[in-house]
Protein backbone atom coordinates (compact mmCIF):
# COMPACT_ATOMS: atom_id res chain seq x y z
CA UNK A 1 0.00 0.00 0.00
CA UNK A 2 1.16 3.45 -1.18
CA UNK A 3 2.15 6.05 1.96
CA UNK A 4 -0.74 8.73 2.16
CA UNK A 5 0.44 11.97 1.34
CA UNK A 6 -0.15 15.41 3.01
CA UNK A 7 -2.42 16.13 0.36
CA UNK A 8 -4.21 13.40 -0.01
CA UNK A 9 -5.47 14.29 4.38
CA UNK A 10 -5.98 17.63 3.45
CA UNK A 11 -7.98 16.86 0.45
CA UNK A 12 -10.35 14.50 2.68
CA UNK A 13 -10.20 17.18 5.68
CA UNK A 14 -11.65 19.94 3.65
CA UNK A 15 -13.76 18.05 1.98
CA UNK A 16 -15.08 16.36 5.15
CA UNK A 17 -15.61 20.37 6.48
CA UNK A 18 -17.43 21.13 3.18
CA UNK A 19 -19.52 18.53 3.33
CA UNK A 20 -20.77 19.24 7.00
CA UNK A 21 -21.16 22.91 5.83
CA UNK A 22 -23.47 22.02 2.85
CA UNK A 23 -25.13 19.66 5.33
CA UNK A 24 -25.67 22.51 7.46
CA UNK A 25 -26.90 25.08 5.04
CA UNK A 26 -29.18 22.39 3.02
CA UNK A 27 -31.00 21.67 6.99
CA UNK A 28 -31.47 25.99 7.01
CA UNK A 29 -33.63 25.64 3.93
CA UNK A 30 -36.23 23.84 6.35
CA UNK A 31 -37.29 21.76 3.05
CA UNK A 32 -35.55 18.71 4.79
CA UNK A 33 -32.06 17.56 4.46
CA UNK A 34 -30.06 15.34 2.62
CA UNK A 35 -31.57 11.39 2.63
CA UNK A 36 -27.97 9.81 4.34
CA UNK A 37 -28.47 13.19 7.41
CA UNK A 38 -32.72 12.32 7.37
CA UNK A 39 -32.74 9.63 9.97
CA UNK A 40 -30.63 11.76 12.71
CA UNK A 41 -32.02 14.69 12.25
CA UNK A 42 -35.27 13.84 12.16
CA UNK A 43 -34.29 12.09 15.66
CA UNK A 44 -32.54 14.75 16.94
CA UNK A 45 -35.82 17.37 16.38
CA UNK A 46 -37.77 15.31 18.79
CA UNK A 47 -35.20 13.98 20.93
CA UNK A 48 -32.75 15.23 23.71
CA UNK A 49 -29.65 14.18 21.42
CA UNK A 50 -28.09 16.94 19.17
CA UNK A 51 -27.72 16.48 15.19
CA UNK A 52 -24.46 15.98 15.64
CA UNK A 53 -24.42 13.27 18.43
CA UNK A 54 -26.99 11.37 16.10
CA UNK A 55 -25.19 11.37 13.56
CA UNK A 56 -21.76 10.31 15.13
CA UNK A 57 -24.00 7.08 16.61
CA UNK A 58 -25.41 6.15 12.91
CA UNK A 59 -22.36 6.01 12.05
CA UNK A 60 -20.47 4.05 14.48
CA UNK A 61 -23.20 1.56 13.86
CA UNK A 62 -22.41 1.42 10.29
CA UNK A 63 -18.33 0.98 10.87
CA UNK A 64 -19.69 -1.99 13.03
CA UNK A 65 -21.86 -3.30 10.35
CA UNK A 66 -18.55 -2.66 7.83
CA UNK A 67 -16.16 -4.82 10.39
CA UNK A 68 -18.97 -7.49 10.81
CA UNK A 69 -19.09 -8.28 7.19
CA UNK A 70 -15.41 -7.89 6.30
CA UNK A 71 -13.78 -8.93 9.13
CA UNK A 72 -10.33 -9.69 8.41
CA UNK A 73 -10.23 -8.12 5.41
CA UNK A 74 -11.35 -4.52 6.85
CA UNK A 75 -8.52 -2.22 6.07
CA UNK A 76 -7.17 -0.99 9.45
CA UNK A 77 -6.44 2.08 7.67
CA UNK A 78 -10.45 3.05 7.78
CA UNK A 79 -10.36 2.91 11.52
CA UNK A 80 -9.85 6.99 10.95
CA UNK A 81 -13.22 6.91 9.94
CA UNK A 82 -13.71 7.23 13.94
CA UNK A 83 -11.81 10.34 14.35
CA UNK A 84 -13.02 11.87 11.19
CA UNK A 85 -16.74 11.11 12.16
CA UNK A 86 -16.02 12.79 15.44
CA UNK A 87 -14.93 15.75 13.78
CA UNK A 88 -17.63 15.60 11.33
CA UNK A 89 -20.37 15.50 13.99
CA UNK A 90 -18.66 18.43 16.02
CA UNK A 91 -18.59 20.56 13.37
CA UNK A 92 -22.37 19.84 11.90
CA UNK A 93 -23.26 21.06 15.44
CA UNK A 94 -20.79 24.20 15.89
CA UNK A 95 -22.40 25.24 12.33
CA UNK A 96 -26.08 24.51 13.25
CA UNK A 97 -24.76 26.62 16.35
CA UNK A 98 -23.40 29.57 14.14
CA UNK A 99 -26.41 29.43 11.97
CA UNK A 100 -29.26 29.51 14.43
CA UNK A 101 -30.41 32.33 13.28
CA UNK A 102 -31.26 32.05 9.42
CA UNK A 103 -34.61 31.00 8.63
CA UNK A 104 -35.80 31.78 5.40
CA UNK A 105 -39.24 34.31 5.19
CA UNK A 106 -39.72 32.77 2.08
CA UNK A 107 -39.68 29.94 -0.46
CA UNK A 108 -37.67 31.57 -2.52
CA UNK A 109 -35.29 31.69 -0.03
CA UNK A 110 -35.24 28.30 1.09
CA UNK A 111 -35.06 27.08 -2.47
CA UNK A 112 -31.23 29.89 -2.57
CA UNK A 113 -30.34 27.69 0.67
CA UNK A 114 -31.42 24.22 -1.09
CA UNK A 115 -28.90 24.72 -3.84
CA UNK A 116 -26.16 26.82 -2.12
CA UNK A 117 -26.20 23.59 0.27
CA UNK A 118 -26.27 20.87 -2.12
CA UNK A 119 -24.07 22.84 -4.33
CA UNK A 120 -21.06 22.99 -1.02
CA UNK A 121 -21.96 19.39 -0.41
CA UNK A 122 -21.30 18.16 -3.62
CA UNK A 123 -17.93 20.20 -3.72
CA UNK A 124 -17.03 18.40 -0.50
CA UNK A 125 -17.31 15.10 -1.58
CA UNK A 126 -15.71 15.58 -4.62
CA UNK A 127 -12.82 16.87 -2.38
CA UNK A 128 -13.26 13.27 -0.30
CA UNK A 129 -13.10 11.19 -3.36
CA UNK A 130 -9.95 12.92 -4.73
CA UNK A 131 -7.95 11.98 -1.66
CA UNK A 132 -8.53 8.48 -2.83
CA UNK A 133 -7.81 7.09 1.03
CA UNK A 134 -10.77 7.38 2.99
CA UNK A 135 -14.17 6.72 3.00
CA UNK A 136 -17.48 8.27 5.46
CA UNK A 137 -19.04 5.28 7.49
CA UNK A 138 -22.08 5.07 5.27
CA UNK A 139 -20.44 4.90 2.12
CA UNK A 140 -17.38 2.28 3.24
CA UNK A 141 -20.70 0.19 4.87
CA UNK A 142 -22.44 0.57 1.42
CA UNK A 143 -19.21 -0.57 -0.39
CA UNK A 144 -19.35 -3.86 1.81
CA UNK A 145 -22.67 -4.63 0.85
CA UNK A 146 -22.52 -3.96 -2.20
CA UNK A 147 -19.09 -6.70 -2.40
CA UNK A 148 -21.12 -8.56 -0.26
CA UNK A 149 -23.70 -9.62 -2.01
CA UNK A 150 -22.05 -8.85 -5.81
CA UNK A 151 -24.26 -5.84 -6.46
CA UNK A 152 -22.83 -2.68 -7.46
CA UNK A 153 -22.27 0.24 -5.51
CA UNK A 154 -24.50 2.71 -7.06
CA UNK A 155 -27.44 0.44 -7.18
CA UNK A 156 -27.16 -0.26 -3.34
CA UNK A 157 -26.31 3.42 -2.60
CA UNK A 158 -29.69 4.28 -3.47
CA UNK A 159 -31.51 1.61 -1.59
CA UNK A 160 -29.44 2.72 1.36
CA UNK A 161 -30.52 5.77 1.11
CA UNK A 162 -33.73 4.74 0.12
CA UNK A 163 -34.30 2.88 3.55
CA UNK A 164 -33.14 5.57 5.60
CA UNK A 165 -35.96 7.93 4.55
CA UNK A 166 -38.53 6.02 4.59
CA UNK A 167 -37.50 5.38 8.61
CA UNK A 168 -36.68 9.07 8.98
CA UNK A 169 -40.45 9.12 7.81
CA UNK A 170 -41.75 7.06 10.03
CA UNK A 171 -39.84 8.53 12.82
CA UNK A 172 -40.88 11.78 11.85
CA UNK A 173 -44.61 10.56 12.06
CA UNK A 174 -44.55 8.65 15.49
CA UNK A 175 -42.60 11.44 17.21
CA UNK A 176 -44.63 14.59 15.20
CA UNK A 177 -47.77 13.18 13.45
CA UNK A 178 -46.79 14.65 10.38
CA UNK A 179 -43.59 15.08 8.14
CA UNK A 180 -40.71 17.10 9.99
CA UNK A 181 -37.29 16.99 8.35
CA UNK A 182 -38.16 14.84 5.49
CA UNK A 183 -39.64 16.76 2.61
CA UNK A 184 -39.17 18.06 -0.57
CA UNK A 185 -35.67 19.02 -0.58
CA UNK A 186 -34.63 16.07 0.57
CA UNK A 187 -35.57 14.21 -2.71
CA UNK A 188 -34.18 17.21 -4.49
CA UNK A 189 -30.97 16.67 -2.76
CA UNK A 190 -30.67 13.30 -4.00
CA UNK A 191 -30.91 13.85 -7.35
CA UNK A 192 -28.93 17.52 -7.25
CA UNK A 193 -26.28 16.25 -5.40
CA UNK A 194 -25.27 13.54 -7.58
CA UNK A 195 -25.79 15.35 -10.58
CA UNK A 196 -23.81 18.42 -9.18
CA UNK A 197 -20.86 16.05 -8.16
CA UNK A 198 -20.41 14.83 -11.66
CA UNK A 199 -20.41 18.41 -13.42
CA UNK A 200 -17.37 19.41 -10.40
CA UNK A 201 -15.61 15.76 -11.26
CA UNK A 202 -15.85 17.09 -15.09
CA UNK A 203 -15.15 20.83 -15.10
CA UNK A 204 -12.30 20.77 -11.74
CA UNK A 205 -10.02 18.87 -13.99
CA UNK A 206 -10.22 21.45 -16.75
CA UNK A 207 -9.86 24.35 -14.60
CA UNK A 208 -7.36 23.16 -12.70
CA UNK A 209 -5.12 20.11 -14.23
CA UNK A 210 -3.03 19.45 -11.03
CA UNK A 211 -6.66 18.74 -9.04
Given at each position: M?P?????YLL?????L??A???????K????T??IS?L???L???L??S???FTF????????G????L??K?P????L??P??I????F????RYL??SI??????L?L???L????V??????L?I???????????F????????GY????V????DTA??VL???????L???FRG??E????SS??V??????Y???L????P?F
Amino acid sequence: MKPITLRQYLLFGVGTLFNALGISILTKAYLGTSPISSLPFVLSLGLPLSFGVFTFLFNMLFLIGQLLILRKKFPPIQFLQIPVTIAFSLFLDLLRYLFRSIKPDNYLLSLVLLLTGCAVMAFGIVLSIRAEFLMTPADAFVRALSGLHGYSFGRVKVVFDTALMVLAVICSFSLFGTFRGVREGTLMSSILVGNLITFYQYILPKLFPKF
